[in-house]
Nanobody, 123 residues
Framework: VQLQASGGGLVQAGGSLRLSCAAS????????IGWFRQAPGKEREFVAT????????VYADSVKGRFTISRDNAKNTVNLQMNNLKSEDTAVYYC?????????????????WGQGTLVTVSS
């Protein structure tokens, strides 16, 4: 499966952005989709993940209550709605697909990665 992340940009602290991950190739609904991010000089970290149906989601504590992950299998897309953004949310955001049946916060469980989209939050 090929993944294309989009929607990044520059936003002021307290603002919102909506990232999208568009998939093509194999049956999209077979995959768990996750979002990860990597800030300059830091390791990649888990943000959120959603199972095949969209009914099971997991969030990192740092984004819980501010970010919402959702998927539309008919459109082969997963969205990450990010509200009340903070300067520490600045990073390159990647979407990834896992062929496993369970959601995971570990990047090693994901088989396919998109190219990343940059989110910059100014304070």
């Amino acid at each position: 499966v090929q993944l294309q992340a989009s929607g990044g940009g520059l936003v002021q602290a307290g603002g919102s952005l909506r990232l999208s991950c568009a998939a093509s190739g194999r049956t999209f609904s077979n995959y768990v989709i996750g979002w990860f991010r990597q800030a300059p000089g830091k390791e990649r970290e888990f943000v959120a993940t959603v199972n095949w149906s969209g009914f099971s989601t997991v969030y990192a504590d740092s984004v819980k209550g501010r970010f919402t992950i959702s998927r539309d299998n008919a459109k082969n897309t997963v969205n990450l709605q990010m509200n009340n953004l903070k300067s520490e949310d600045t990073a390159v955001y990647y979407c990834a697909a896992s062929s496993r049946t369970w959601t995971s916060s570990s990047y090693s469980q994901y088989d396919y990665w998109g190219q990343g989209t940059l989110v910059t939050v100014s304070s």
